[in-house]
């Protein structure tokens, strides 16, 4: 069938994780034509290098929208074109040679500052404002805290089947103190799946490989501190694990507020920070989209000598919006890029990634190095088999779909017993924030969040993430947990929180 005919199938998202194929910028007319132009730039630009796999036509046609056909189409242009082949088991895959990734040379911009000799730098900052209590760790009947991903649907099966395959392949050699980036198949790997996924350019070479964003924030902190730096600005409302991280390595947060369009960035300047730390993708816990005009003044404000920790938080987990591509391939140079498999597959396998700028990559390698000398191997070759054989994109899609059957049950049994509620975050993530205007900004919700744990539900106020005072609200997971017993949890918070038409909101 001619694409020339083509409609977006009903039901179905308006773009593709995959190299954040976007259908609303595809002409209405030559629709195949522009798949394969935007696959053609991926492969000339490195995102896709040989070997790097396609999606499968009948899973790209779903996610675009369009009839299959104009899939197949796109993957036959590539294959007379030499571009791709068919390959037996493996689907399509790219044959053609990508172009070298360029060694950027670092300008005298592009440097963080440097303490002067004899400068003592300042004292470290004190234990953080905001300690979480102790009674927050007790065991509660549902666990609604942001964060928590379906721990039920860590994919066993697929995760057995790579490791026995990744024991049998593996030398003996392959299990010594290994190198402190990372195993090299891991991070050719990561390369590939970050370019097509969220459209890094990323140099195997240089990767790190970490446990969880936690270590890169400490990697990074560790350095600023090393070159001088006592702030950095963060974003107000902003994780207050975060904070609580970069406090700890003697960074002083300083706040940034956050409206509908993201941070404010025209008052980063104010701050005198030489570094920011920013969740673009998917902000917590307001779940807003960083503005185009506003990636473009942080780009900007960076390229001044300054550093962006991108924290690439819940980027692969969205429903009723486009990709959002990733800041780093704009500003390699000024720019970190951390990630982790956390939510994606499990907290407790620590495995992550760094992507630095390079003139910062040494300082970070020997402070990686220091901390533990390297990760654990065996997990991170696991990953790179499930990577190689997409198996870790299937699984994705399975829990794409869960979670959107989860979030959707928080909305009704909202819609339902708390009307009054403002819900921002429902396009992505794996939390909701709820608003509760009517109850006026002199409210505790601290307070109301502990009688909400009294209930036997736990969630966490607003204010936990704030630096400066604001509306009450309530932050709730939702990742955890059926739809029934989500269901049961908001009926549980309406005992608590008084009722009252929901606004929904991004």
Do not use: C, N
Not at 232 to 257: F, K, T, Y
């Amino acid at each position: 069938m001619s694409d020339e005919s083509e409609h977006p199938t009903p039901g179905s998202g308006s773009g593709a994780d995959f190299l954040q194929l976007d259908r609303q910028t595809a002409p209405a007319r030559g629709v195949t034509r522009w798949l394969v132009e935007g696959l053609r730039s991926a492969i000339a630009d490195g995102r896709l290098r040989p070997g790097s796999p396609l999606p499968a036509t009948r899973t790209l046609a779903q996610d675009l929208g369009v009839s299959r056909g104009v899939v197949v189409e796109a993957y036959q242009r590539l294959r007379d074109e030499g571009l791709a082949e068919g390959r037996v088991g493996h689907g399509t895959v790219i044959t053609a040679m990508a172009g070298h990734l360029r060694e950027p040379r670092p300008s005298p911009s592009s440097a963080l500052p440097v303490p002067s000799a004899g400068a003592v730098p300042p004292a470290p900052a004190g234990p953080p404002v905001l300690p979480l209590p102790s009674s927050w760790s007790e065991p509660v009947e549902l666990d609604l805290s942001p964060g928590l991903p379906d721990l039920s649907a860590f994919p066993r099966a697929a995760w057995l089947r790579a490791e026995r395959a990744v024991l049998r392949d593996t030398t003996a050699g392959s299990l010594g103190y290994g190198d402190p980036r990372g195993d090299p198949r891991l991070r050719r790997q990561l390369a590939g799946w970050l370019a097509r996924t969220r459209g890094l350019r990323a140099d195997p070479e240089h990767i790190l490989v970490v446990a969880g964003v936690a270590q890169a924030l400490a990697l990074l902190a560790q350095t600023l501190r090393a070159r001088g730096a006592d702030t950095i600005a963060v974003e107000d409302p902003g994780s207050l694990g975060a904070r609580q991280e970069l406090q700890h390595w003697g960074l002083r947060p300083v706040g940034v507020p956050v409206d509908g369009d993201g941070l404010r960035v025209g008052e980063l300047t104010g701050t005198g920070a030489a570094a920011a730390l920013l969740t673009p993708a998917h902000q917590f816990p307001t779940g807003v989209v960083l503005a185009p005009r506003r990636r473009r003044d942080l780009l900007a404000w960076a390229r001044e000598g300054r550093l962006v920790i991108e924290d690439d938080y819940d980027a692969e987990h969205r429903y009723d919006r486009p990709p959002v591509p990733a800041l780093q391939a704009s500003a390699p140079d000024h720019i970190a890029h951390t990630g982790s498999t956390s939510k994606t597959l499990a907290p407790g396998l620590r495995l992550g990634w760094l992507v630095p700028p390079r003139h910062l990559h040494a300082d970070l390698l020997r402070a990686r190095y220091a901390s533990d000398i390297a990760g654990a191997v065996l997990p991170q070759l696991v990953l790179a088999h499930l990577i190689a054989t997409g198996a870790l994109d299937r699984h994705l899609r399975l829990v794409r779909s869960r979670h959107r059957l989860r979030r959707d049950a928080v909305l009704a049994a909202l819609r339902e017993h708390l009307p009054r509620a403002r819900v921002e975050g429902v396009a992505a993530g794996l939390h909701l924030l709820l608003l509760l205007p009517w109850l006026g900004e002199g409210v505790d919700d601290g307070a109301l969040a502990a009688r909400v744990r009294e209930v036997g539900v736990r969630v966490h106020p607003l204010s936990w993430h704030r630096l400066a005072p604001g509306p009450p609200g309530l932050v709730l997971g939702y990742a955890a947990h059926p739809p029934d017993r989500l269901r049961e949890a908001v009926h549980r918070i309406a005992g608590v929180v008084p009722a009252g038409g929901v606004a929904l909101r991004g």
